[in-house]
């Protein structure tokens, strides 16, 4: 208690100087000392000490040495049941922290980085709060209930119109961990939770459900522009995706790691990755992908799944257009999926997928290699393992002995003279001057 008292009066020395404190009695030389005076002058400094060491009590309890944990984070439990705010006032309160955990009770709103004010006009508006290199770690507080799990539900955000939205935003290199959570979509959310330009994350044992009558297409997670995250379950039960358009999406040069217990069950894709973005799925028991699109890969989208459950994992048609597909592991496909390739590539590594090579269908310069089956075009579904391509290759362009230079068109080129006139002709009509010409 005495350390308190005396870092309570060096704060006041520091912060106030004798010109700021208004001493009720100040003595001169030679003057007769009233102990009321001198007992008024110590209620005044008494006054002055409780009221910095309340101050100073505010400044300790929120020091970060004092409420950080083990890695560092300002660590906060939060309870939303008799606050739904509590979330998005703790993490405004600290929003210049770079290490935040926060421990959650009840139903909280999410959508939290978002402020919502007026202006001038008295007009609503909002903005979002995008810090650069933050990490936030959110999940149900465990300590006094060990079945407690928390909800993040939609708030109310007002500017042209009333939004309704939970997603959450990692992003500028942020770190976003979730664990133990279910998420209820708003109406106005195009994602559950986007990880976005070089940010990374990981979303554990958390339940993500699509608002019911959505204003737009929803996503259960987005992950694109450089981001990473990690997505799954570890304890069967508690990790899904559901009611929603896709249950995962990646795109422009991102990547997912999905594994475990994680359900998905979307309305169109299960899992699409676009324009470089890539994903490895190993589900084990209880895992599982359902969709019209199970697996959807366009534009340079890279996949593997290989995942260790013996039950039907992958449960919806697989698109691959201009992408490759490597599947092995113990990964079973439902007996009623199609594999579709559009200028792709598929390896099946394991014996007992279950596809069959009446359920492939190929289009252009596609390379389909399947465990247990040859792929020669077989029943005409236009698919060629490598043995398929090479017999192709030598039936279009035998083998020589002899190596011979093919003529080229480059080779037949005759450089014909054109006169000046005829140059400038071609320049005045905003054409490049031949130098050459083919001959007929």
Request: glycine fraction near 10%; charge should be negative; proline fraction near 3%.
């Amino acid at each position: 208690m005495l350390w308190k008292t005396a870092l309570t009066v060096m704060m006041i020395s520091t912060q106030l100087s004798a010109g700021e404190l208004e001493i009720p009695k100040v003595f001169i030389n030679g003057e007769v000392a009233d102990a009321n005076d001198f007992n008024l002058n110590n209620d005044y400094l008494i006054d002055i000490i409780e009221a910095e060491k309340i101050r100073t009590d505010e400044l300790l309890s929120n020091a970060r040495w004092k409420n950080a944990t083990a890695e560092g984070a300002i660590s906060k439990k939060i309870d939303c049941t008799t606050n739904q705010s509590a979330l998005i006032e703790a993490y405004h309160a600290s929003v210049s922290d770079d290490y935040l955990d926060f421990l959650l009770t009840g139903s909280c709103f999410g959508a939290y980085r978002f402020v919502q004010t007026v202006d001038d006009e008295d007009q609503p508006t909002v903005y979002q709060v995008q810090p650069k290199n933050q990490v936030v770690s959110i999940s149900s507080d465990k300590t006094t209930n060990p079945n407690n799990r928390a909800k993040l539900i939609p708030r109310k955000i007002t500017a042209d119109r009333d939004y309704f939205a939970t997603g959450l935003v990692s992003s500028f290199g942020n770190g976003l961990y979730l664990t133990d959570l279910e998420i209820e979509m708003g109406a106005d959310d195009s994602w559950g939770i986007l990880f976005s330009r070089s940010s990374n994350g990981g979303v554990t044992d958390v339940a993500i459900k699509g608002n019911a009558e959505p204003s737009r297409r929803q996503v259960g997670i987005q992950i694109q522009n450089g981001a990473a995250a990690y997505v799954g379950g570890q304890n069967e039960g508690k990790a899904s995706i559901e009611s929603v358009a896709a249950g995962i999406s990646m795109l422009g040069q991102s990547r997912a790691n999905i594994y475990g217990s994680l359900i998905i069950n979307a309305q169109e894709q299960g899992l699409a990755a676009f324009n470089g973005g890539s994903f490895q799925l190993s589900l084990s028991s209880g895992g599982k992908v359902t969709g019209p699109a199970s697996v959807q890969l366009n534009q340079g989208g890279q996949g593997w799944i290989n995942s260790s459950t013996a039950d039907v994992s992958i449960d919806g048609n697989i698109a691959i257009s201009s992408s490759s597909l490597t599947i092995g592991g113990s990964t079973v496909i439902s007996d009623s999926a199609i594999i579709g390739l559009q200028d792709s590539t598929l390896n099946i590594y394991n014996d007992n997928s279950g596809i069959s090579s009446d359920r492939i269908t190929c289009t252009g310069p596609s390379f389909a290699a399947v465990n247990g089956l040859s792929m020669n075009n077989s029943n005409g579904n236009g698919c060629l393992d490598q043995p398929g391509w090479n017999v192709l290759i030598d039936s279009m362009l035998p083998p020589s002995s002899v190596s011979k230079q093919p003529e080229t068109l480059s080779s037949k080129m005759v450089l014909e003279p054109r006169s000046a006139g005829e140059t400038m002709i071609g320049r005045e009509r905003g054409q490049e001057p031949s130098v050459g010409k083919l001959p007929l």
